[in-house]
């Protein structure tokens, strides 16, 4: 049974800094993709930051390219999103996803996933 428990969230002000984590659980993940989304009231849930468990590319949104980082510790079985840079708009609920093959190598559809997070709440104030 695959877990993803987010944490980190909170409030912060706008230009600030927040590293987001999640503690994967269940089986190995070596083969893994590996995906943070994010749903800001009224909207729909969208696509934030991909990568392979396994290592090389990563993926992001036009909107936080440049400003977010993913990335994974083996040892503590742990997928990071370093979030600097802060803005309002960054405010909503992030979401870590994962699965074992992405379907039609969509890194953007919610779809593509079969394991989801709880969700840990980002506040960015003006």
């Known amino acids: 049974q695959v877990q993803l428990v987010e944490s980190g969230g909170g409030l912060v002000q706008a230009g600030g800094s927040l590293r987001l984590s999640c503690a994967a659980s269940g089986r190995p993940f070596s083969g893994y993709v590996m995906a943070w989304f994010r749903q800001a009231p009224g909207k729909e849930r969208e696509f934030v930051a991909g990568m392979r468990w396994s290592g090389g590319s990563t993926y992001y949104a036009d909107s936080v390219k440049g400003r977010y980082t993913i990335s994974r510790d083996n040892a503590k079985n742990t997928v990071y999103l370093q979030m600097s840079s802060l803005k309002p708009e960054d405010t909503a609920v992030y979401y870590c996803?994962?699965?074992?093959?992405?379907?039609?190598?969509?890194?953007?559809?919610?779809?593509?996933?079969?394991?989801w997070g709880q969700g840990t709440q980002v506040t960015v104030s003006s």
């Open positions: 996803a994962a699965d074992r093959v992405l379907l039609n190598n969509n890194w953007y559809a919610t779809g593509s996933y079969g394991y």
